[in-house]
């Protein structure tokens, strides 16, 4: 398990974390206990919720491909 997060979260060589990969993986939990959080404490909006994980998803995936020509190779 240790080492398909790691896969996820380093660039290319697999040893260099990425600091976007990192902060995408923190934005998505950050939505996702928000709006558990909003489901146990009241009503979440479905529609603010897929726009919220759509908002975060596009903007990580971005910046990784922004990025992915300046990877240290393998």
């Known amino acids: 398990m240790n ?3 790691k ?3 380093t660039g290319k ?3 260099t974390y990425d600091l ?3 902060s995408w993986l923190v934005g998505m939990f950050a939505v996702i206990l928000l709006a ?3 489901v146990l404490h009241g009503t979440v909006s479905l529609r603010e919720l897929a726009e919220s994980l759509g908002i975060v998803s596009a ?5 990784v491909a922004m990025k992915s020509k300046t990877e240290p190779d393998q």
């Open 3 to 5: 080492d398909i997060i």
């Open 7 to 9: 896969q996820l979260l």
């Open 13 to 15: 060589d697999n040893t």
């Open 20 to 22: 976007g990969r990192v």
């Open 36 to 38: 558990a959080y909003e």
């Open 59 to 63: 903007a990580g995936g971005a910046s």
